[in-house]
C-alpha cells in the first residue's frame, strides 16, 4: 500500500462523481512485482546508464561548461585537501580568497561526492563524468523502486527512470553538477517519505530525514523546489485521505523527527550559505532579473521536436529564445530551454494523458498537478504565478532564473509517462467517453488546440528567425516517431500478452531514442582536448606553467607570496588555478565577496576580458590595491597591446609567449604581512561607494575601518591631516612562517603598540589568536585582515573556523535581524 485511496478531492471543473467515475476505470490491481521481474526491471535502468556513458567515451568526450570550468577543479580541490587531511573550508586560489564552505557548489557537503574525493582525488574528468552519471543511475532505480511499490507494471517503471535520468533538463542542464548532484537525490526522497507517512516508525522518519538532506545540501534552486515538492506530496496525501486533519496528527511525530533531522545536518551549512550571500555580491535577486531566466512558452516545442530551433545542432547554430533572438533581456540558451523526454512518452502524454484524461486518475493527479505548476514557475514572467511566488513564498527572490523549474517538470512527465504506460499494458486504449459525454470531447479538444497552437507559435518564432523549413523537418520527424508510436500502442491493444510485448518494445525504443538525442549531444558533450589543462597539456600550456611556477617559488625563497591573475584564457582555466595551486585574483563563481567585488571588479567570467572590471579603487594593475593584493603576474589571452580599450595597460615584462598564452610580470608588490604603529581611520562602505582608496602609506601606515576602531585597545588613528609616514616609523617586522588553505602563521617583532595587517580578504568565520590568545580581527586596508599587538615577539594564527558556534550564532543573529528589518 502507498498512500491512501479513499476519498477524491474535488479538481478544476470535475465533480465528485465524474473523477469516481475516473478512479473506477483505473482497473483491477496490479500483481506484485515478481523477483525475475524486479532484477530485469534494475539491469535495463543499469545498461541504459552504461550505454550513455559509453557513448561519451566512444566520443572521445565530456559533459562541457561548468561541469569541467567549475565543479571539476572544485572537485580537485576538495580532493587535494582531504589527501592532505585538511578541511577544504577555504579557497586562496579563487578570487584571492573564498569562503569554499558556505559555496553551495564546493561540493563539500554532498558525502558521496567528498568520498569520492577522498578515495580518488586524481580523478580524471572521465571519471568524474561517470561519478556524476552513476547518481543520477542511483535515482533512476529509487524510480523503478517507487513503480514497483505502487504496482506499476515494470516497463512503466522502467520507462519512467530513463526520462528522468537523460530526458529534458536532466540531459541537457548535465553541466550543472550541482544540480545534478540534488536532483538524484529527489526519487530516494519521494519513496522515503511514502514509507515514513505510510509506517509512522522512528527508522523510517529518519530515513526520510537522512535522504531529504542529502537532496537539499546542494542549496541550489533545485533543491530547493523539491524541498516544495515533498511538503506537496504530503499535503496531498493529507487531503486524500479525506480527514487531512487526523492524517497530519496521526503522523506529527514522524514529521517533527525527520524535520529536526533535516534541521540538524542543514541549519550549519545553510546558516553558512546565508551568511556569504548577506556578504557577497547576490545578497538577494531583484524580479526583473529573475524574471529574464523565464522559459519563454515557445520552447514548448522542445517537449514535440527536440531541434526544433536547433539546439542539438553540432554547428551550436540555434535559433530559439535567447538574448540575441528575443525583445526582452533572456538570459536562458538553448541547454536551459531544452524539454525532450521522447516521442513515445510525449504521445502518451499528449494523448492518454491529456486527451483521454488518464493523468486525472487518483494515482496519477499528483504529478499532473505538479506538471502544472512547475511549468507555471518555469515560464516566469509569462504568466502571474511566478511573480506571485516571488514576492510571497520565502526563499523564491534568492534564486535566479525560473526555468530551473524544469528539472521538477521533467520529474513530472516521467512520473506521468510511467503511469500512463502501465495502464496501457494493464487496461488498453483509454475509453473514448472515460470522461462522460461532454468533458470526454472537450478534454480531447482542447488538448489539440493547445499542440496546434505551440505549433503554429513556434513555426512563427522560426519564420521570424529565417529558419522556417529546418523546423518543420525537425516537426516532420517527431511526428513521424509520434505516428509510428501509435501505430503500436493501437495494433497491440487486443491482450494482454500484446500490450505486455509492446510496452517493452515502447521502453526499449524510448531507451534508443534519449540515448541518441540526448547522450553526448551538442547540449552535453565537448572533446576532451578542449580542457586540456585538467590532463594532458598543451606544449604552450605547459610551458607557460612551469615559466609561472620557477618566478613564483623564486619570490617564495625571498620571502614573498605573489599573486596572479589569469584573464581572458578559455574556459577550464578560469579556475584552473584550484588545480595548480596559483593564487589568483579573478576565477569563475556567480557568487563573490561583495566588498572585493566592488573594489577590485573581477567579475564572475574572467573568460571573457570584457567582463572585467575597473573601478576607481583598482584602475589598473599598477594601482595601490593591486600592489596591496600582492598582484605580479599577468597571464592572458593576447598581447597588452591588442587588450580592449577599457583595459589599463599596465607597464610589464613579457616572460613567457606562446600558442596564444602571454605571461607579464608586474611591478614589485606590497608585503603580504607588515606591521606598522600608524593607522588611519577609514570609512570602506562611503570608499566603496566613491569608488575611491583613501590615502595613506602602506606599508608604513594602514586603514583601520570605522567599524573595527572600537575593538582597537592601545592605539589611535593619527589626524587625517598628518604628515606622511617616515621609515623609521615602522617599529618592527611581520613575517609570514606557515600557511595552508585555512590557516596562516605569522611572527612579528614588535618595539611599540602597533598592528598586523595581513593582506588576505576579511570575511566573517575567521580567527586570530595572538601568543595563543584569542584577538579580535580588524578589517585593514578596505578588504584585508589585521590585527593589534603590544610590544615583543610574537606569534599570530589566523585560522578559518565557520562552523564555531561564535560564528554560527553571529550568522542566525544577523538573519534575524535582516529579518525583522524586512
Known sequence: MSFPNTIAAPLGVMNRKQLGRLDALEGASAPAWTARETACALSAVLAFCVAAFALWLAAGAVVPWDSKNHFYPMFRFLGDALRHGAAPLWNPYHFAGHPAAADPQSLLFTPTMALFAFVAPNASMQTFDAVILSHLAFGGLCMVGLARR???????????????????????????????????????????????????????????????????????????????????????????????????????????????????????????????????????????VAAAGSLAPVNLMTLAAPNFFGSLDH???????????????????????????????????????????????????????????????????????????????????????????????????????????????????????ALGARLGPLAAGATALAVAAAAASGLGFSRQEGRLLASLESLALASAFAGVAAVLLIAFRGTPRARAACAALFTLATAG?????????PLNAEPVSRYSVYAQMTPAEAGALAVLRREIEA???????????????????????????????????????????????????????????????????????????????????????????????????????AGGIY??????????????????????????????LP???????????????????????????????????????????????????????????????????????????????????????MLFRGVEVGPGHHRIEFVFRPFSLANLAAAAGALAHKHEDN
Open 150 to 288: 505502487w504496482r506499476w507494471r515494470p516497463a512503466g517503471g522502467v520507462l519512467a527512470a530513463i526520462v528522468y535520468m537523460l530526458g529534458g533538463a536532466a540531459s541537457a542542464r548535465l553541466q550543472h553538477t550541482g544540480m545534478i548532484l540534488s536532483y538524484a537525490f529527489f526519487p530516494a526522497a519521494l519513496w522515503a517519505l511514502d514509507a515514513m507517512m505510510e509506517r509512522r516508525t522512528i527508522a523510517s522518519a529518519l530515513a526520510f530525514g537522512a535522504l531529504a538532506c542529502l537532496m537539499t545540501l546542494g542549496r541550489d534552486q533545485v533543491a530547493f523546489l523539491m524541498v516544495l515538492t515533498l511538503a506537496g506530496r504530503a499535503l496531498y496525501a493529507a487531503a486524500e485521505s479525506g480527514a487531512p486533519l487526523a492524517f497530519i496528527r496521526a503522523r506529527l511525530g514522524v514529521f517533527a523527527l525527520a524535520a529536526a533531522t533535516i534541521l540538524l545536518f542543514l541549519a550549519p551549512p545553510a546558516l553558512l550559505t546565508l551568511q556569504f550571500l548577506d556578504e557577497s555580491n547576490r545578497p538577494g535577486i531583484a524580479f526583473g
Open 513 to 521: 531514442e534519449l540515448l541518441w538525442r540526448n547522450a553526448a549531444s
Open 315 to 433: 554547428a551550436y547554430d540555434y535559433w530559439g529564445p535567447a538574448y540575441d533572438t528575443m525583445a526582452k533581456a533572456d538570459w536562458t540558451d538553448r541547454a536551459v530551454d531544452y524539454l525532450y523526454i521522447g516521442a513515445f512518452p510525449a504521445l502518451l502524454i499528449f494523448w492518454h494523458g491529456l486527451g483521454a484524461g488518464r493523468l486525472l486518475a487518483r494515482k496519477a493527479r499528483f504529478f499532473l498537478i505538479l506538471a502544472g505548476l512547475a511549468l507555471l514557475y518555469s515560464l516566469g514572467r509569462y504568466t502571474p504565478f511566478f511573480s506571485f511566488a516571488f514576492d510571497w513564498l520565502p526563499g523564491v527572490s534568492l534564486y535566479r532564473r525560473p526555468a530551473d523549474a524544469t528539472f521538477i517538470l521533467n520529474i513530472a512527465l516521467a512520473f506521468g509517462a510511467g503511469y500512463l504506460l502501465h495502464r496501457y499494458e494493464l487496461d488498453g486504449l483509454p475509453r473514448a467517453r
Open 663 to 692: 605571461v607579464y610580470r608586474l611591478r614589485d608588490a606590497a608585503p603580504r604581512a607588515y606591521f606598522t604603529s600608524r593607522i588611519k581611520a577609514s570609512d570602506d562602505e562611503r570608499a566603496l561607494e566613491e569608488q575611491s
Open 555 to 657: 619570490r617564495r625563497l625571498a620571502g614573498d607570496h605573489p599573486r596572479v591573475e589569469i584573464l581572458g584564457l578559455p574556459g577550464p582555466w578560469q579556475n584552473a588555478s584550484m588545480m595548480l595551486k596559483l593564487e589568483n585574483t579573478v576565477g569563475y563563481n556567480p557568487l563573490r565577496i561583495e566588498d572585493y567585488e566592488r573594489a577590485v571588479g573581477p567579475g564572475d567570467n574572467a573568460g571573457d576580458v570584457n567582463l572585467r572590471h575597473f573601478p576607481g579603487t583598482f584602475r589598473g594593475y599598477d594601482c595601490r590595491l593591486a600592489r596591496l593584493l600582492g598582484l605580479e603576474y599577468l597571464i592572458l589571452d593576447r598581447p597588452l597591446a591588442k587588450l580592449p580599450r577599457h583595459v589599463p595597460r599596465p607597464k610589464a615584462r613579457l616572460i613567457y609567449s
Open 695 to 781: 590615502q595613506f602609506d602602506a606599508p608604513r601606515e594602514a586603514l583601520i575601518d570605522d567599524a573595527s576602531l572600537p575593538l582597537l585597545r592601545s592605539l589611535s588613528p593619527q589626524a587625517p591631516d598628518a604628515p606622511a609616514a617616515r621609515e623609521a616609523d615602522a617599529g618592527g617586522r611581520a613575517r609570514i612562517v606557515a600557511s595552508s588553505d585555512n590557516a596562516v602563521t605569522l611572527e612579528v617583532d614588535a618595539d611599540r603598540d602597533g598592528v598586523v595587517v595581513l593582506h588576505d580578504p576579511y570575511y566573517p568565520g575567521w580567527e586570530a589568536r595572538v601568543d595563543g590568545e584569542r584577538t579580535p580581527i580588524l578589517k585593514a586596508n
